[in-house]
C-alpha cells in the first residue's frame, strides 16, 4: 500500500493537470429572471461517457445518474434546480483507480446555480453548490466539499460540469498517506444528459434582464 502511495504521489500532479478546463466570459448584462420550461419539473439525469475525478488520484465512472428538481427563478446568482439524489458507479459497474474500486456516498441536496445565459447559444454558465461526499479508493477515505463549475446547453440537455482546481476542498482523509490530504484540490469532470422524469422532453434554462 505504501509503495503504492508513492507511486501515486510521482504522477498525482500529472493527473489532476488534466482535468482543468477554462471558464466562459460572462455577458454584459448578467440575466436576473431565468425561466424553466417546464417549471416546476422534476428531472433524471444519466452521464454521458465518463465521469471523471480527481484528488490526486485519477478515478473513473462509466456510470452516474441524479435527480431532483427544477423551477424558474429570480436573482443573480439564483438556484434553478436541487438535486435530491446522486449516484457514481454501481455494483456491476464501480468507479475505478489505482488504489481500487471507488464508492461515492453524496450528501444532498446539491443545487445548480445560473450565473450567465448566452441567448446565441442558449448555454447557461454556472455551478453545481453545495456538493458534499465522502470518497474511498481502496483503503483510503476522504470528504470532499464545495463546488464545481459547470454549463447547461438547452439544444442538448447537456449539463456539463467542469470544476476548477480550488472549488472543491479535501475536509478530511484517513488512510490515504501524503496522497490526499487537506491541502488536495479535487475536481470534478463530466457530462450529463436531463430529462423531464419519466418522459423524452429535455428542459430549457433561459436567463433574461427585463
Known amino acids: 500500500m ?10 498525482a500532479g500529472a493527473g489532476a493537470a488534466a482535468f482543468g478546463i477554462a471558464v466562459a466570459p460572462a455577458s454584459a ?13 422534476n428531472f433524471t439525469a444519466t452521464n454521458s461517457g465518463n465521469i471523471l475525478l480527481t484528488a490526486n488520484i485519477p478515478m473513473t465512472c462509466t456510470t452516474s445518474s441524479a435527480s431532483g428538481t ?9 438556484t434553478v434546480a436541487s438535486i435530491s439524489a446522486i449516484n ?24 445548480i446555480v445560473a450565473k450567465d445565459y448566452n441567448p446565441s447559444t ?4 454556472g455551478y453545481v453548490s453545495n456538493i458534499s461526499a465522502k470518497v474511498s479508493a481502496g483503503a483510503c477515505v476522504f470528504n470532499v466539499s464545495g463546488k464545481a463549475s459547470g454549463t447547461y446547453t438547452n439544444s ?19 488512510n490515504c498517506g501524503t496522497v490526499v490530504t487537506t491541502s488536495t484540490k479535487p475536481t470534478f469532470k463530466g457530462n450529463y444528459l436531463v430529462k423531464v422524469k419519466g418522459t423524452s422532453t429535455i428542459p430549457t434554462i433561459v436567463g433574461s434582464n427585463p
Do not use: D, H, I, Y
Not at 91 to 108: D, E, Q
Open 70 to 78: 427544477m423551477a424558474s427563478a429570480t436573482g443573480n446568482p439564483a
Open 2 to 11: 505504501k509503495k503504492t502511495l508513492r507511486t501515486l504521489a510521482v504522477v
Open 29 to 41: 448584462n448578467a440575466s436576473t429572471v431565468w425561466t424553466v420550461n417546464p417549471s416546476p419539473a
Open 88 to 111: 457514481f458507479g454501481t455494483a456491476s459497474s464501480p468507479c475505478t483507480s489505482l488504489l481500487g474500486n471507488v464508492t461515492t456516498v453524496a450528501t444532498t441536496p446539491w443545487t
Open 122 to 125: 442558449g448555454v447557461t454558465t
Open 156 to 174: 442538448t440537455g447537456t449539463l456539463a460540469v467542469n470544476s476548477v482546481s480550488g472549488e472543491l476542498v479535501v475536509t478530511s482523509a484517513t
